[in-house]
C-alpha cells in the first residue's frame, strides 16, 4: 500500500501529550490520526468534547461583562434575516 505524508503544525505539548495517550491506549499516534481521517471521511463531520474543560479567567470574565450589557439593553438586536442586519449595521455607520 502507498503512504503519503501530513504536516500538520501543533504545540510540541499537546505532540507529546497525544503521543502518550496514544501509547497508554497501545497504539501510535499515526494509527489515531488516521482512524481519525476516515471517521471523518466516512461522516463528514467533526466532533469534539469539551467535557471536563473548563473555562478560562479571560472568557468567565467576558461571559460576565456580555450578561451584565444585555440586562442593561447594551446588546445588538437578533435578526431573522441578513438583509435586517445588514439595515442596522446601515443604520449604526458600520
Not at 497504539?27 to 471521511?41: C, D, E, G, R, Y
Not at 479567567?57 to 461583562?65: F, P
Not at 456580555?66 to 442586519?85: H, I, L, M, T
Amino acid at each position: 500500500m502507498n503512504y503519503t505524508v501530513i504536516t500538520a503544525k501543533v504545540d510540541p505539548q499537546t505532540k507529546r501529550d497525544a503521543q502518550a495517550t496514544a501509547e497508554q491506549l497501545g497504539m501510535p499516534l499515526s494509527v489515531v490520526i488516521k482512524a481519525f481521517l476516515k471517521q471523518f471521511i466516512r461522516t463528514k463531520t467533526v466532533r469534539f468534547s469539551a467535557a471536563g474543560e473548563e473555562p478560562s479567567e479571560y472568557l468567565l470574565s467576558a461571559m460576565k461583562k456580555a450578561k451584565e450589557n444585555r440586562k442593561a439593553g447594551k446588546a445588538s438586536p437578533v435578526f431573522d434575516n441578513a438583509q435586517d442586519a445588514l439595515k442596522f449595521l446601515d443604520k449604526q455607520g458600520i
